[in-house]
């Protein structure tokens, strides 16, 4: 089906409107970091999209289409907050890379990570060594959290105790 250039501002503007509005009402927690359930939801919008972009989809079965996938997405995400089985089903747990100073090998491998990108994300963190971290974790939504450890963590005033 061949679109004029009014055709295609119609259905770009109209899915723009409709993309944003269910963006809204799904949630804040939906557009901050992805998990691997956002990025599946993301590559199929962004399929859908195009497709109903080019008229290959007619506007209305793309617009069901994409309330439907975030109608799932939202119910998915209301039932992993809910039930701690389904939310180990669709996220993957945050694991421990460093406890104690020492490298947790284990969970490295399992989450395919090489000692160099942990030492990356460490020096992101403001740490040199594996040596002055208390905890690191490798959180689902793929970021590393870091404890220091107490004698690397910056004097604070209350370390001081001058006022007793």
Partial sequence: MELDLTGIIFRVSLMYLYALTLIRISGKQSI????????VVTLIIGD??????WAEVPLAQGLVGF???ILTHMLVTCLSSRSKLTDRLVNSP???????????Q???????????TLQFELRLQG??????????RLEPEGQTS???????KPVQKKDLRLFR
């Fill in 127 to 136: 740490e040199e060594h594996p040596r002055g971290v208390q905890e690191a």
């Fill in 106 to 116: 284990e969970n490295l491998q399992r989450e395919w990570m090489r000692q160099e």
């Fill in 67 to 69: 309330g439907t996938v």
């Fill in 146 to 152: 870091v404890i220091k450890a107490a004698s690397n």
């Fill in 94 to 104: 945050a694991r421990v890379l460093i406890q104690d100073g020492k490298l947790v």
């Fill in 48 to 53: 859908l999209f195009d497709d109903v972009f």
């Fill in 32 to 39: 901050g970091q992805l998990s691997s359930m956002d990025l």
